[in-house]
């Protein structure tokens, strides 16, 4: 499996912005898909967006357009850009990378909108 490396999380107040980011830091093997997930307290995991080697993207339901999913192939990373946050963002969001050996996840990044 590939260890992953999240960053960009943070504090931030209504309609403001983050960018999350999110690197191996070991093998990029098999890897054929990239994304992110989140899951609030009391609630399940969902998911927030993918994006394949070939740019296939899908995005949850509740995105509606405020949020933008990317990758760089020099680095393998993969970023998500959070605009206009609201308080029901507020989440613990997961990083994940699919191979054809199975899942990875990173440990998570503390994403709290508030006023």
């Known amino acids: 499996h590939v260890q992953l490396m999240e960053s960009g999380g943070g504090l931030v107040r209504p309609g403001e912005s983050l960018r999350l980011s999110c690197e191996p830091t070991?093998?990029?093997?098999?890897?054929?898909?990239m994304g992110w997930y989140r899951q609030a307290p009391g609630k399940q995991r969902e998911l927030v967006a993918t994006i394949t080697l070939t740019d296939i993207i899908q995005y949850g339901d509740f995105v509606k357009g405020r949020f933008s999913i990317s990758r760089d192939d020099d680095m393998n990373t993969v970023h998500l850009q959070m605009n206009d946050l609201k308080p029901e963002d507020t989440a613990v969001y997961y990083c994940?990378?699919?191979?054809?050996?199975?899942?990875?996840w990173g440990q998570g990044t503390q994403v709290t909108v508030s006023a």
């Open positions: 994940n990378f699919a191979s054809s050996t199975g899942d990875s």
């Open positions: 070991g093998g990029f093997f098999g890897v054929y898909a």
